[in-house]
């Protein structure tokens, strides 16, 4: 059981993967290749789990494999409830953080607005007082 958990974690990844832009070397007939050859196993390590299961386990624990596929459906809906929510969190944080970033940029704007204004008038005012006590020296 936990090879085939492992195996299909690895299953998972390169599902994940191939909806990302890939920069890796491998080609895409390698890609494929290694993704048929992982659900081969899979599917037959869960057809030896099942016969295990089915005609080797004791008859005290009954209908093992039917009891083992429906718990086994009930986790996987769990995760994928789980994931999804992961999923819907780290989407809110991201857009949280975006927001933050906008209003940060914002304020900045405009307070790189407001500080040009004062030393542009700052400055017209002491070009203006230079401007008189030069005429006053000169006698104007």
Known sequence: MDSYDAISKLFL?????????????????????????????????????RETMVYKAPP??????SKFEEMWQRIVKEQEEAHAEELRLAQ?????????????????????AVIFVVLWAVGLMWLTTKSATMRMSLGH
Do not use: F, N, P
């Open 92 to 112: 809110i944080a991201s857009w949280r953080r975006r927001k933050r970033i906008a209003e940060a940029k914002s304020k900045i704007a405009w307070v790189s």
């Open 60 to 65: 005290e624990l009954g209908a093992l494999w």
């Open 13 to 49: 990844k390169e599902q994940l993967e191939a909806k990302q832009v890939y920069k890796g070397e491998e080609s895409i007939g390698r890609r494929a290749l290694k993704r048929i050859l992982i659900t081969t196993r899979l599917d037959a390590m869960l057809a030896e789990i």
